[in-house]
């Protein structure tokens, strides 16, 4: 089967970094994928990582360790609007898209 | 504007009755799934579509049926037989592959009373 598990929450202040954990268990492993959720709206493509290393999308970063199973979504210079849920997802060859638990991240002021 | 679109966006229905949640894309997109997501929760898969004609079971398939006649529509059937229906559901679509990005509807919210 397929599992991932993601920290239930996180928290920082406007301006820091945060990093959002994802360890996985696949049959068969076809790349990392993060997403965002705000409450109430749909989930939106973040960054995709297919082979080992960091991936960075202006503020938003993502890294991948298939080795170790796991990966990570770094967010720099938060701000307010990051305030959402955060989502990691793995595919497979059968077009199967399996989503994580999710990590709610709060950021204050 | 290429989308995808989910109907309606709140839902009520009576324990018991079936009741069908749509979804239609114009992305030209081959690959289609539906989600199911309780509050706090993360998004769980009910079935998905690799192209018409087709489907697979996703990890939570007991209570729901999906329908692939065309490809730019994939409606789910919340049967009777689920036994907590209520949840916010979620319909999405991708190309076919291995790092293509899934475009998500709004969202349909469904309650039983």
């Known amino acids: 089967g397929q599992s991932l598990e993601q920290p239930s929450e996180v928290t920082a202040v406007e301006g820091a970094i945060v990093q959002i954990n994802c360890t996985y268990q696949t049959s068969g492993f076809y790349g990392l994928s993060w997403y965002q959720q705000h409450d109430g709206g749909a989930p939106t493509f973040l960054s995709y990582?297919?082979?080992?290393g960091l991936e960075e999308t202006g503020r938003f970063s993502s890294f991948l360790s298939r080795s170790d199973s796991y990966g990570y979504l770094l967010l720099q210079e938060l701000q307010m609007k990051d305030s959402a849920s955060y989502f990691c997802?793995?595919?497979?060859?059968?077009?199967?898209?399996?989503f994580g638990t999710g990590t709610r991240l709060q950021v204050f002021p | 504007d290429g989308g995808i679109t989910q109907s309606p966006k709140y839902l009520f229905r009576k324990e018991g009755q079936n009741v069908t949640l749509s979804c239609e894309q114009n992305l030209n997109h081959d690959a289609m799934y539906w989600y199911r997501q309780d509050p706090g929760q993360g998004l769980r898969l009910i079935y998905y579509s690799q192209i018409v004609n087709d489907f697979q079971k996703g990890d939570i398939a007991e209570g729901y049926s999906v329908s692939r006649e065309k490809k730019e529509s994939f409606p789910l059937t919340v049967t009777s037989a689920q036994k907590n229906p209520t949840a916010f559901y979620l319909c999405?679509?991708?190309?076919?592959?291995?790092?293509?990005?899934?475009?998500f509807g709004q969202g349909t919210r469904l309650t039983v009373v």
């Open positions: 997802a793995v595919g497979s060859s059968t077009d199967k898209l399996i």
């Open positions: 999405a679509s991708r190309i076919r592959g291995l790092n293509t990005e899934a475009f």
């Open positions: 990582n297919g082979l080992d």
